[in-house]
């Protein structure tokens, strides 16, 4: 999914998204930004010889006047954060898990650094109506029926939509949660429908 329509569709839904813009020198970082990088389309997760390579979101450091030519690259305004929310969506069913990635230093940018000696407290999380409501016209506007939906809860108490795995991976959220969604997905590939047991 190409992350910049995607999020120009979440902000036509209603959902609100971080500012951003696509850079290509050093010189469009400014002095007093508070920003993060990250990858524009699928990020990079590679094991080689027992090496693991992932990209991260990362906060973008100021250098004063460097002027670098980069890769087009994708710039967002870093959000004050209380909680990180992911969701496993399934034909107009939420499953979300809130995440306290703001408990550690490491987590507090990308909670996929995890702290293994600390772990992120996670709980059982329900999005206010409203919030799934825009997140199911998303899903419809984007011709889907399934996918992960990552958001933040700001300082401001305001749900910031991030991006949109459409694969759809669920287990993260199921089993800390335990939502059971192994079966749930089962019986909906057999029945056709989701059931609440």
Do not use: W
């Given at each position: 999914?190409?992350?910049?329509?995607?999020m120009?569709?979440?902000?036509?839904?209603?959902?609100?998204i971080?500012d951003y813009?696509?850079?290509?020198n050093?010189?469009?970082?400014?002095?007093?930004?508070?920003?993060?990088?990250?990858?524009?389309?699928?990020?990079?997760?590679?094991?080689?010889?027992?090496y693991?390579?992932?990209?991260?979101?990362?906060?973008?450091e100021?250098?004063?006047?460097?002027k670098?030519p980069?890769f087009?690259?994708?710039?967002?305004?870093?959000?004050?954060?209380?909680?990180?929310?992911?969701?496993?969506?399934?034909?107009?069913?939420?499953?979300?898990?809130?995440?306290?990635?703001?408990s550690?230093d490491?987590?507090?940018?990308?909670?996929?650094?995890?702290?293994?000696?600390?772990p992120n407290?996670?709980?059982?999380?329900?999005?206010p109506?409203?919030?799934?409501?825009?997140?199911?016209?998303?899903?419809?506007?984007?011709?889907?029926?399934?996918?992960?939906?990552?958001?933040?809860?700001?300082?401001?108490?305001?749900?910031?939509?991030?991006?949109?795995?459409?694969?759809?991976?669920?287990?993260?959220?199921?089993?800390?949660?335990?939502?059971?969604?192994d079966?749930?997905?089962?019986?909906?590939?057999?029945?056709g429908?989701?059931?609440?047991n």
């Amino acid at each position: 999914m190409n992350k910049l329509i995607t999020m120009n569709i979440a902000q036509n839904c209603g959902l609100k998204i971080p500012d951003y813009e696509i850079i290509t020198n050093t010189d469009q970082i400014k002095q007093n930004d508070l920003s993060i990088t990250k990858a524009i389309s699928n990020g990079i997760y590679k094991v080689v010889n027992n090496y693991s390579f992932y990209s991260y979101t990362e906060i973008i450091e100021y250098e004063e006047d460097v002027k670098v030519p980069l890769f087009p690259s994708l710039k967002m305004d870093l959000i004050k954060k209380t909680i990180e929310i992911r969701v496993f969506f399934i034909e107009g069913h939420f499953f979300s898990m809130a995440i306290f990635s703001q408990s550690s230093d490491q987590t507090s940018v990308d909670f996929r650094k995890y702290n293994h000696k600390k772990p992120n407290k996670v709980e059982p999380y329900k999005l206010p109506a409203s919030i799934e409501e825009k997140i199911t016209d998303m899903f419809r506007e984007l011709g889907l029926n399934c996918g992960s939906v990552d958001l933040i809860l700001d300082d401001q108490n305001e749900f910031v939509f991030l991006e949109i795995n459409p694969v759809g991976q669920y287990g993260m959220v199921s089993d800390p949660c335990n939502y059971s969604l192994d079966k749930k997905i089962a019986k909906y590939l057999i029945n056709g429908r989701i059931t609440e047991n």
